[in-house]
């Protein structure tokens, strides 16, 4: 499955043909890279994990992630962001093969936001883990919400946002551990000429229910991508690496993202 998605982006990538007008086209390219624009999108988004535990297995899920913005009025925009994280294969704990794969954990968040006042916007909400796992391996088992903020700053050549939350179990299985997690991704892309650009979007986590020393997993690093149409319709591609230097014992030495957006600009 990673490999026949792999290889479909690197097709539809390599032969795109159609460009937009120069001017509306470096604007959507902009938005495509803000969590708060308005405009309905669908992500791919395919995450592969590599040196997981001492036979250095190898993880990978593909979120689905459906982004729907909403007015309200004349004051306010909702935002709707859905990731679904199917399939989702991870390594057996311990064993030098075999592996489970099913759905994951389904996230939802809802961000509101004013109008933009200038380069600066801000938004904050509620995001929601679902225990929609197929398999105890592949989620918490247990349902969690807390709050969500969002801070995008832009410029012409310059897009930097970051998504902060915070999450916490309150009800669920009672034989699984509860949850409290906290969720940093800031994102830094500088946008190169036709529709170019390099970006960083690392997740940045923390289990606080996990022992001292065992709690943080920060990823450095990141990538390129580039905006093109077919037909009429836009298109988002883009791949990064990462390197984990804070890991929790057993976590993955590095992961590989690729990711292709469907644009729906409204």
């Known amino acids: 499955m990673r490999t026949l998605f792999i290889v ?3 097709i539809i990538f390599s032969t795109s043909i159609a460009w937009a007008q120069e001017g509306e086209d470096e604007d959507l390219a902009m938005k495509a890279q803000n969590p708060l624009a308005d405009i309905v999108s669908m992500p791919f988004q395919n995450n592969t994990d590599f040196g997981i535990g001492d036979f250095d297995r190898t993880s990978n899920v593909l979120n689905i992630q459906p982004i729907y913005p909403v007015q ?4 306010w925009i909702l935002i709707n962001r859905l990731i679904v994280p199917f399939p989702k294969t991870v ?3 311990g064993a030098v093969s075999g592996s489970t794969t099913g759905l994951g954990d389904i996230n939802y968040t809802a961000w509101f ?3 933009s006042n200038g380069a600066l916007t801000w938004g904050f909400g509620l995001v929601s883990i679902w225990p929609t796992a ?3 391996t592949l989620g918490s088992g247990k349902l969690s919400i807390g709050p969500s903020f969002v801070l995008v700053r832009a410029s012409p050549k310059f897009l930097g946002a970051a998504v902060i ?4 179990s309150v009800v669920g299985k009672s034989d699984r551990p509860d949850v409290h997690i906290f969720y940093l991704q800031y994102i830094f892309t500088y946008f190169l000429p036709q529709k170019w650009y390099i970006t960083s979007g690392p997740i940045n986590t923390a289990n606080w229910e996990a022992e001292k020393g065992q709690r943080w ?3 450095i690093g990141g990538g390129f991508g580039k905006m ?5 319709l836009p298109m988002d591609f883009l791949t990064q690496a990462f390197y984990y230097v804070v890991k929790p014992d057993g976590g993955p030495d590095w992961q590989l993202r690729v990711q292709l957006k469907l644009i729906f600009p409204k």
Request: hydrophobic share 35%.
């Open 228 to 232: 093109f149409t077919i037909g009429s």
């Open 113 to 115: 936001a004013p109008p």
């Open 217 to 219: 997993t920060v990823p």
């Open 165 to 168: 939350s915070d999450w916490i």
């Open 72 to 75: 309200l009025g004349k004051e």
């Open 134 to 136: 197929t398999d105890p």
């Open 8 to 10: 479909i982006v690197g």
């Open 91 to 93: 390594p057996d704990v």
